[in-house]
């Protein structure tokens, strides 16, 4: 009885798989795809068939198909495990039942030549297991070990006094006590928590045996660098002017000295741009505000801008400081309306707070703050992440935005076009622009510049060339002579796709750097699923969405939120705002890129008033494509005026775009891994020394479950590296909460160390002025973070990160006595 329940049970198990296999199969045919699940639904059906009629050629026939998916994984996955082992592993299972007691006992008519013959299913099943292990010893990629220079015998430089320890942003300690041979004995050695819940992005200054700390909501403390005590603690009471992740966010702060002539409060400073809109600073040594600074203390940087709402500017990053004075832009909200606030950079004096020059580029030439009666440019591309500064050319280089609205450019005026998506060398003096690169051109993939440009020098033909390196979405690094912005390597301009859409007018052409690239172009034999059935529907997803590669036009050519764009790299990097580090001895750069894709619909009013109360379900009531009106007047093509503040405009499309995820609740990504990398390029030569996957899915896994298996997938990643004199490179912003120290040269993990929760910054070091130890810290928030958003909550929070009300840690680890 319990033979026939379970035979049953996989006749219909066969037939559950085989049925959607073979019409969702059959429209993969139709739509030019791959014929295997076709194939493979009408062998599963037929199996099934043959099943019920107790004929022993289903297994024959299920043998077949093991064969044949040996042969279709093995070309298909280029024997990359990850990829070869779900095309293999639902059969497999499956395929036990055949060589079961119980299945002979199934056959009818049964006589001596219906024997079962378990080499049918034991032969291809014990290949694709040989096969399986074969793959997953092979490794990672190595290339070489990169150029060696000679260190230069200067003083190390032990302390860390910028966001990216140097003004050119390198994230490079000149610290070699813990190295390749001794980070085995690293161990914690002490603990602090910040009392402040939620966001915890930022990287720690370290100056005056002091840690420097920023908190969500700018609440500013500083703990003493040998042991983590609490030494002050400043709340500016700044207001978060928004709901999403970024309102409360306070990725960095910034220090500043004064001359030694001097005599004020605050001959020491802590200076940090606010969630409500403030440049404050506050004594160094003390955390007593700087009243002689600005107004009591703070400077109002709203003041220009005009009217808007709340959360439309505020600042994340810190403020540059450049010689004398502190230099900001702002984080402008990342919306697809018009008439946001001006994305204009602007310094004040780093001591009084005094105004000294503004970069609004939509007024070029005219460098003061807006006349009486005017603001400053609305809507123009804004600088949001960290920029760099070169003392010696007296140079900024500000990584701009994309121009709004992200995803259609119809409406946009000539020099929104001409200065989005670039890097712009500004004159550390009156702000005036040097040089600019764009690295897009009329950006509508929302591939705006999101990293700090790092600063680093380049061997050339035998020359040292002073260079920027600049870290893109698009997992690109653009590699510029930082003195005028020419390309150290030939950059080429290729042809690329073009739009159809109403009034788009897309680059002809765009930039691609010769330096590696970390998002290649995606095929369909890259899409991926746990099973044959979610590899299936992203096969039929991939195939139904417009990708052309990288700079595939958006589109809105189908039903709402049907088909739509692969945009891929999605608007997540690639690289984001935790940029990259550099060997600054010898030219070498660490990158840990993002590799996510996402599903970009474009919308018009007309279909989402068509929809109705679908569409404002599955956009948000407060979606502009929700609340304007459908039958408001359309400009015609180009018709902007380029004095008139959009007020009657109408956007014509907009963009919805979502992570590219398996449709059947798995929440896996809908391509194969890794999903993120961490490698090393030698930008002297251009050669990819290493790469790997970044992190393992212990913390994540199918349905949003911990799997707790050490498989390293490459998972989200949050910031960046931290790399030292001593031959390693740090990082502790993957989701798997882990901190790791990779070997510069060679890839190989040196060690790895648990983490309370999933960080979302980057390491830094230094050493002790007292004690001579050298320190590694990582930050952690807590509650931690998710990707993509926690289901129970809806938000990038983890529900499941404990929280015990005394916020976030700060964690310091050092080698053993």
Not at 190 to 209: A, C, H, I, S
């Amino acid at each position: 009885m319990l033979t026939k329940i379970f035979h049953w049970l996989v006749v219909v198990l066969f037939f559950l798989f085989g049925l959607p296999l073979l019409l969702l199969g059959g429209y993969l045919v139709f739509l030019g795809g791959s014929l295997y699940y076709f194939a493979a639904g009408l062998t599963l059906i037929a199996t099934a068939v043959y099943m019920i009629k107790g004929k022993p050629i289903a297994y024959k026939l299920f043998g077949g198909l093991l064969v044949v998916t040996l042969i279709w994984a093995i070309y298909e996955s280029d024997l990359y495990w990850l990829a070869f082992l779900p095309r293999v592993a639902t059969w497999l299972v499956l395929g036990l039942w055949f060589v079961t007691p119980w299945y002979v006992s199934t056959l009818k008519h049964q006589h001596e030549g219906s024997v079962v013959n378990r080499r049918w299913i034991a032969l291809p099943s014990g290949l694709s297991i040989i096969a399986l292990l074969v793959t997953i010893f092979q490794g990672y990629e190595q290339n070489g070990t990169g150029t060696q220079r000679t260190v230069p015998e200067i003083a190390e430089v032990t302390d860390w006094q910028n966001y990216g320890n140097t003004d050119g942003g390198s994230r490079f300690a000149q610290l070699e006590q813990i190295n390749t041979e001794t980070v085995g004995k690293l161990k914690e050695v002490w603990r602090y928590r910040t009392g402040v819940e939620k966001t915890f992005k930022m990287t720690p200054l370290q100056v005056n045996d002091l840690l420097y700390i920023c908190g969500a909501a700018n609440v500013l403390m500083a703990v003493n660098s040998d042991n983590g005590e609490e030494v002050w603690r400043y709340d500016p009471d700044a207001i978060p002017t928004g709901s999403n992740q970024y309102a409360e966010t306070c990725r960095g702060i910034s220090y500043h000295e004064a001359p030694e002539d001097y005599s004020g409060q605050c001959p020491k400073r802590i200076m940090v741009g606010t969630v409500d809109a403030r440049l404050m600073a506050v004594n160094a040594m003390t955390g007593a505000l700087c009243t002689d600074f600005g107004e009591n203390g703070s400077v109002d940087l709203t003041h220009g801008l005009g009217l808007h709402e709340l959360g439309e500017y505020y600042l994340t990053s810190p403020p540059l400081i450049a010689d004398d004075v502190a230099v900001v832009g702002g984080l402008v909200a990342d919306t697809q309306d018009l008439g946001l606030p001006s994305g204009v950079v602007r310094a004040f004096n780093a001591i009084t707070g005094e105004f000294v020059w503004a970069w609004d580029l939509g007024n070029p030439g005219y460098y003061g703050e807006p006349k009486a009666g005017e603001i400053y440019t609305p809507g123009t591309p804004n600088v949001w992440t960290i920029m760099s500064y070169d003392p010696e050319l007296d140079l900024i280089y500000a990584p701009t935005g994309n121009a709004s609205p992200d995803y259609w450019g119809g409406v946009r005026r000539d020099y929104d076009d001409g200065w989005s998506s670039a890097i712009v060398a500004l004159d550390g003096a009156t702000g005036e622009p040097r040089w600019k690169y764009q690295t897009v051109h009329h950006d509508v993939w929302d591939y705006d510049l999101p990293a700090q440009p790092v600063l680093v020098d380049v061997e050339r033909d035998g020359e040292m060339v002073p260079s920027v390196a600049v870290p893109t979405k698009m997992g690109d690094i653009f590699l510029l002579d930082r003195r005028d912005g020419t390309p150290v390597h030939p950059i080429e301009e290729r042809p690329v796709p073009q739009s159809e859409l109403y009034g788009e007018r897309l680059s002809p052409t765009q930039p691609f750097s010769p330096l590696p690239n970390f998002h290649p172009f995606r095929h369909e034999e890259d899409m991926w699923g746990l099973t044959p059935l979610d590899q299936l529907l992203c096969r039929v997803e991939y195939k139904i969405m417009n990708y052309e590669g990288m700079f595939t036009p958006p589109s809105a050519d189908g039903p709402l939120l049907i088909g739509g764009t692969m945009l891929a790299p999605g608007n997540f990097g690639g690289f984001n705002w935790g940029s990259v580090s550099v060997d600054a001895d010898n030219g070498l750069l660490i990158a840990a890129p993002q590799m996510l894709a996402h599903r970009l619909n474009m919308v018009t009013p007309e279909q989402v008033a068509k929809a109705g109360p679908i569409a404002q379900y599955l956009l948000g009531p407060h979606h502009p494509a929700v609340r304007m009106d459908p039958n408001a007047p359309m400009p015609e093509p180009r018709e902007a005026d380029p004095d008139d503040p959009y007020d009657y405009l109408r956007i014509k499309y907009y963009g919805w775009p979502e992570p590219f995820m398996s449709k059947l609740g798995t929440r896996v990504p809908c391509f194969e891994p890794p999903w993120a990398r961490i490698a090393v390029m030698d930008l002297n030569t251009k050669e990819l020394l290493w790469s790997r996957p970044l992190g393992n899915m212990a913390h994540a896994g199918p349905f949003g479950i911990r799997s707790g298996l050490p498989i390293e997938v490459g998972v989200a990643v949050r910031a960046g590296t931290l790399t030292t004199r001593g031959g390693l490179t740090f990082i502790s912003s993957t989701m798997d909460a882990t901190v790791r120290a990779y070997d510069v040269r060679t890839g190989e993990i040196k060690w790895e160390h648990g983490l309370p929760g999933h960080g979302q910054s980057t390491p830094m070091s230094y050493q002790s002025s007292k004690t001579g130890k050298q320190f590694i810290i990582v930050t952690v928030p807590n509650p931690s973070w998710t990707y993509p958003r926690d289901p129970e909550t809806n938000t990038y929070e983890d529900s499941r990160s404990p929280r015990d009300g005394k916020g976030g840690y700060v964690i310091a680890y050092a080698l053993e006595d």
